[in-house]
């Protein structure tokens, strides 16, 4: 066990409660994300609150698979799949159906909790580096289902589908960009919340039995194969809503938009935010928006390598994650009070 | 004792019944029965590969027996999954301690609180009033059974940090978590020094005396089996070798042969 985790298991002596910071943060510090999250889009341009959005999208599939991985310990590289579905899901009914897009996203939710449930029905068979092998064709699979031929009248084959992006409704005075973004954000912090409680739940510790002490927990009650797969349905629910609204974000959906890249991605997102630390989903997320971006600026030729070197580099120093710069950030900041 | 004695009348409250289990070939159990009845303890004695973890791991479930039934309560449990045994009252400890470590010693008993709540994952993600209240009625519970087993002072912390013998109260607290009928205790001694398993034994005693708990206990410890069990059943190559009080088993002469005499206890 590592210095980082001991404090996050010692520090809360006091607490009635499951220790909640050990998967949360404070109720100050989340205060004062919010209202960043909040004023930021006021003062910058069109485009990086393009970019907020997908911060938060990202931070959303992030969490989704923190709460398949660092919840109930099981692997996936298939996330861009659930994500694709979502995406598609709403792209689909909105184009040919004209359903509201924000009606679109529980329905995604909904399709892709299914869908996900299904998955995780032979994938119970499966753990550790197989699991993560039976999703990673998972997500090889997806770009060239959506590619078949009949499907083509729905998913437009190759070609996507474009999204029309909505305006600002009740005759609200911002930009497309800027309403989406709140509309996100709202989506996003919600989304959040039910995590947080669906984590500290009876649903939540069983979970987290399940990915301590199989044998264990099936001894307490614990229907093993059920909550597996209710694990994989709610991570897929919720990555499906951020494939929704990405599409909406992004105004078009494609096939190769979703390759296992993405999926990939979003595992290094969780890796870097911090394993089972849900605020780190929104710090992966950022990790795998901006980085390759600062690796371009660095040099164009080898931003692959000089994005490896950055990563190998945060491993290295933190490989927490920014659960660990967080926890890292309190001992400093109780020290200093002290003196 | 004397509860147990009152009791043998009466149907038992755990009866094993005619139990084999083979494994390919290798006869782990032959045709064991035992009667367990309310408010004893119970101790299953054998020398190493007896068949006292098959046993054990057939009442929880983890093996199906080859022939033979177990019937708890009148009932056969032998088509019940693995977690649907904690709801017919029978809890378990494990040998080598199988706590889940990275959760605090309180997230761990409740845990053991799975079989007797019930909630979904709809009404966990809206905290709903009722999944508040449940989880307020089960903190209650929690509480009081760590202070019963005096872990009140570790409750927040994670249970891969404490001592072994802190862990096995922790695990013994997430059993009783479930309210037992019968708790099944595998090798509760191993690991413990000679004055751990003293007080362990006077727990397991205040443990089926104040809590109305039917106790099996599998133990290596001879000492704490013939100073706490009520009834005894020596295992030998599978096969039932002596059943009856300690005192009884103690001088059976196969007994001796195969299990007291090879040891200088």
């Keep these: 066990m590592s210095a980082a985790e001991e404090v996050v298991a010692e520090g809360h002596e006091a607490v009635e409660a499951v220790p909640k910071r050990a998967m949360t943060l404070g109720t100050g510090t989340s205060l004062v994300v919010l209202a960043a999250l909040i004023i930021a889009p006021v003062f910058v341009k069109n485009f990086i609150i393009f970019q907020m959005t997908m911060l938060l999208i990202y931070g959303l599939a992030v969490l989704a698979l923190n709460i398949l991985t660092g919840g109930s310990g099981q692997f996936s590289l298939g996330q861009s799949a659930f994500y694709a579905v979502g995406a598609y899901t709403t792209a689909v009914l909105m184009e040919h159906f004209n359903v509201n897009y924000a009606l679109t996203l529980p329905i995604a939710g909904v399709v892709c909790f299914g869908f996900g449930f299904l998955f995780g029905q032979p994938a119970l068979r499966l753990s550790g580096v197989y699991l993560a092998l039976a999703t990673f064709a998972l997500a090889t699979a997806m770009p060239q289902l959506l590619k078949l031929n009949f499907l083509e009248h729905w998913t437009g084959g190759v070609q996507g589908l474009v999204v029309t992006k909505p305006d600002a409704p009740f005759g609200l005075k911002m930009s497309q960009d800027m309403w989406l973004y709140y509309f996100t954000l709202v989506v996003t912090i919600a989304i959040y919340i039910f995590a947080v409680n669906l984590l500290r739940s009876r649903s939540g510790r069983a979970f987290m039995a399940i990915r301590d002490n199989e044998i264990a927990a099936s001894a307490m009650g614990v229907d093993v194969a059920l909550y597996k797969t209710l694990a994989f349905g709610v991570s897929a629910a919720i990555t499906g809503i951020a494939g929704s609204l990405g599409a909406i974000a992004v105004q078009f959906v494609a096939p190769d938009s979703y390759t296992i890249t993405l999926a990939i991605s979003l595992f290094l997102g969780m890796v870097v935010g911090g394993v089972g630390w849900l605020p780190g989903s929104i710090v992966g997320a950022a990790f795998i928006i901006f980085v390759p971006n600062i690796a371009e600026g660095i040099s164009k030729g080898l931003s692959g390598a000089v994005f490896g070197v950055l990563l190998f580099l945060v491993i290295y120093l933190v490989p927490h994650g920014a659960r660990q710069v967080a926890i890292l950030g309190q001992q400093l900041a109780g020290k200093l009070r002290k003196n | ?265």
């Design chain 2, 1 to 265: 004792m004397t509860q147990a004695q009152l009791a043998q009348g009466t149907s038992p409250l755990l009866a094993v019944r005619d139990v084999s289990v083979v494994f390919g070939g290798i006869v782990a159990l032959n045709g064991i029965s035992f009667d367990m009845h309310k408010g004893q303890i119970l101790g299953l004695i054998g020398p190493n590969g007896a068949g006292k973890t098959t046993l054990f791991n057939c009442l929880s479930r983890l093996y199906q027996p080859s022939s033979g039934d177990i019937l708890m309560e009148g009932a056969s449990i032998l088509r019940r999954p693995p977690h649907r045994i904690a709801e017919i009252g029978i809890g378990r400890t494990f040998q080598n301690v199988a706590l889940f470590p990275n959760l605090s010693v309180m997230d761990n008993v409740r845990v053991g609180t799975h079989a007797r709540t019930s909630s979904d994952i709809i009404s966990d993600s809206l905290r709903l009033a009722w999944v508040r209240r449940s989880e307020t009625d089960m903190n209650r519970k929690v509480h009081e059974i760590l202070s019963y087993l005096d872990l009140e002072d570790v409750a927040h912390t994670t249970v891969s940090g404490l001592p072994f013998g802190t862990q096995k109260r922790v695990e013994l607290a997430r059993a009783l978590a479930a309210d037992p009928k019968i708790l099944l205790l595998d090798e509760p001694a191993g690991g413990l020094n000679h004055e751990e398993v003293y007080v362990l034994g006077d727990l397991i005693r205040r443990i089926r005396d104040e809590r109305h708990m039917t106790v099996l206990l599998v133990e290596h410890h001879m000492g704490l089996v013939m100073s706490i069990a009520d009834h005894v059943v020596a295992l030998n190559f599978g096969k039932k070798l002596a059943e009856g009080t300690p005192s009884q088993v103690q001088a059976d002469p196969d007994v001796i042969k195969a299990y007291l005499g090879s040891k200088d206890q």
